[in-house]
């Protein structure tokens, strides 16, 4: 199966990211190429760094960007330090963040990330490590609740996990399919006919299997920490759980003096760090979510390195 993924607000993130030609660039989710490309095509004596920690991602891109000024990186974006110290980069113009789970994910049923379709539980963006499998069989009823409600935001949370532990005493459940039953088992009728009850679920454990939000986490602020002044950091998200995380990292980023209001004079010495070039998100255009339905969600977010 081709790694097709369509870049999420393409136009916007090259103006957002304000490229210079001869600047050094991170894209830290090649996926199918799509960004690192219109990154690279705008590069004459710069280089763009390609990183992604999926092999069929890495291969995909490899094709794609052949004979451009790119370093193809299998890595995990939570790790942009390493991976520009082992190429003897000291710093960078810009970093781009899409951290949507790209349509070759989802549509490749191997992969265990879609909830339409019967495979095995697997989830893994690596390919390595723990699956959803291990998460589903493995967790207690408290860390499974805990993560259904933390990170898929459901308020069937404990009936889910409740109805997991149950069922996997007779047999471990192997397959999205026999998941997706549960959960729908696990919700009111009225919820059923509403939307399809799994896709909350589903996405928790997608996250805790990829730890994601940890690693969304470390690389924001090492990604900013590689910026030379004046460059960029801009981040599409795709659920509130991320944006919330960069919306309030990127603020902490701005943020000046944290002296009471009291005091007369500032003694704490802090000054903002960056500025922000999108005091709002960047939403796609009705036309990009016509032709691409899965961008309906995306939110892009800038910040500059002061």
Known sequence: MEFVHLPVMLDECIAGLNIDPAGIYVDGTAGGGGHSLAIAGRLTT??????????????????????????LVKSDYRDVDRVLKDLGIDGINGMLLDLGVSSYQLDNRERGFSYH????????????GMSAKDVVNGYSYEELSRIIFEYGEEKFARSIASNIVKKRESKP?????????????SVPQKVRREHNPCRKTFQAIRIEVNSELDALSEALDKGFEALKPGGRFAVITFH??????????????????????????CVCGKKPRGKLITKKPIEP??????????????????????
């Open 173 to 185: 459940i192997e397959s999205t399919a026999e998941l997706a039953e549960i959960i729908k088992e």
């Open 240 to 265: 509130s759980l991320e944006d919330r995380l960069v919306k309030q990292r990127f603020a902490g980023f701005c943020q000046g003096c944290t002296c009471p209001p009291e005091f007369p004079v």
């Open 285 to 306: 255009s009705d036309e990009e979510t016509r032709i691409n339905p899965r961008s309906r969600s995306a939110k892009l977010r800038i910040i500059e390195k002061l």
């Open 46 to 71: 710069g280089l763009l760094v390609s990183v992604d920690r999926d092999p069929d991602a890495i291969k995909a891109a490899g094709e794609r960007l052949y004979g451009l000024n790119v370093k």
């Open 117 to 128: 379709d019967d495979a095995p539980l697997d989830m893994r963006m690596s390919k390595e």
